[in-house]
């Protein structure tokens, strides 16, 4: 079956612009999860859904940030006024509810450059 | 708070030799401790997890984890690796609930032909 998808794969924007990343997960999968990936570190944890509510975003790092999940299926994730300090992949994940022995299931990131 | 501590950024090892990769973990709470894979170019792969019970642990590829609490530790093991298991390696904990899981910095594995 399809896994979790990320769109686009790689993402070069200017200083100051606006940007957004789309996740798409796995049919079925209640719970999304958003993760930024800087350059010699470990995924850090952005942003949690349970179905169409933020159920916790004690991770976005400024009120920049910003994500969507309106119908509980695709999510969007939404950078304002873009930094260079935002530079990262962006990873999204999914799971099949928010229990924590259910897996989750990680799209292959989308690549911001911001110049 | 929660947080893991991989010791090792990179590992290199010969292929069919075995090999072990590091993890420290530090937690106020009860602890779910996970291994993840991540191949070149592609997307992050559970490869074994603790929840509880079976202090050993084994998972896909032939890796193994073992968790010891007392050492706060679960180091992944494998007995013979092979060229196809170089990749990035990432020790992960949870506290419980909704998985909002930290992971630690990564330990690189490179298989020498």
């Known amino acids: 079956g399809a896994g979790v998808s990320q769109t686009p794969s790689n993402k070069v924007t200017e200083k100051g612009k606006y940007v957004e990343l789309r996740c798409d997960p796995i049919?079925?999968?209640?719970?999304l999860y958003w993760y930024r990936q800087s350059l010699g570190q470990g995924p850090e944890f952005l942003i949690y859904?349970?179905?169409?509510?933020?159920?916790?975003d004690s991770g976005l790092p400024n009120d920049r940030f910003f994500a969507v999940r309106p119908e509980g299926s695709v999510s969007t994730l939404k950078i304002q006024r873009t930094e260079r300090g935002d530079s990262a992949v962006y990873l999204c994940?999914?799971?099949?509810?928010?229990?924590?022995?259910?897996?989750?299931?990680f799209g292959p990131g989308t690549r911001l450059t911001v110049l | 708070a929660q947080s893991v501590t991989q010791l090792d950024s990179q590992v290199p090892v010969f292929e069919e030799a075995p090999v072990e990769l590091r993890c420290n973990y530090s937690s106020s709470v009860s602890v779910y401790l996970f291994w993840y894979v991540q191949y070149p170019n592609q997307g992050l792969q559970l490869l074994l997890k603790y929840l509880s019970g079976s202090t050993l642990v084994k998972g896909i590829n032939g890796f193994e984890a073992e968790f010891n609490k007392s050492q706060t530790s679960f180091h992944l093991r494998k007995p013979s690796v092979h060229i196809s298991d170089t990749a990035e390696y990432f020790c992960a904990v949870s506290d419980g609930g909704y998985q909002k899981v930290t992971f630690g910095t990564g330990t690189k594995l490179q298989v020498i032909p």
């Open positions: 994940a999914s799971s099949l509810n928010a229990g924590v022995g259910n897996e989750q299931f």
């Open positions: 049919s079925g999968h209640t719970a």
């Open positions: 859904f349970q179905g169409t509510g933020a159920a916790d």
